[in-house]
């Protein structure tokens, strides 16, 4: 029905830059929300940015400033753009979408994203 494929991760120095890919495929998908999210091993996943299908964007307080999502409509792909990155944003970032309000949660296989000197 939906899938998600997140590419782009990968080894940064504290202060680069990575921008992250998340492309959709299948009958149901319609950008309803598309958000970035990320999981460190023992720590719960949290919510990095969305965006619903208007456009309008939400941000976790930790990347506000540094992180920004966008989109390719016609390619059905979501970005995120990282900038100043910091080693607390090392994690395993997914892509996850809804297709409805009441619709399950479709997630991508995840990125690797480290930042390290």
């Known amino acids: 029905q939906v899938q998600l494929v997140e590419s782009g991760g990968g080894l940064v120095q504290p202060g680069g830059s990575l921008r992250l890919s998340c492309s959709a495929s299948g009958s149901h998908f319609n950008g309803y929300v598309v958000g970035w999210y990320r999981q460190v091993p023992g720590k719960e996943r949290e919510m990095v940015a969305t965006m619903i299908s208007n456009g309008f964007t939400n941000y976790a307080d930790s990347v506000k400033g540094r992180f920004s999502i966008s989109r390719d409509i016609r390619r059905k792909t979501y970005y995120l753009q990282m900038n100043n990155l910091k080693p607390e944003d090392t994690a395993v970032y997914y892509c996850?979408?809804?297709?409805?309000?009441?619709?399950?949660?479709?997630w991508g296989q995840g990125t690797q994203v480290t930042v390290s000197s």
């Open positions: 996850k979408t809804k297709i409805s309000s009441s619709s399950g949660d479709y």
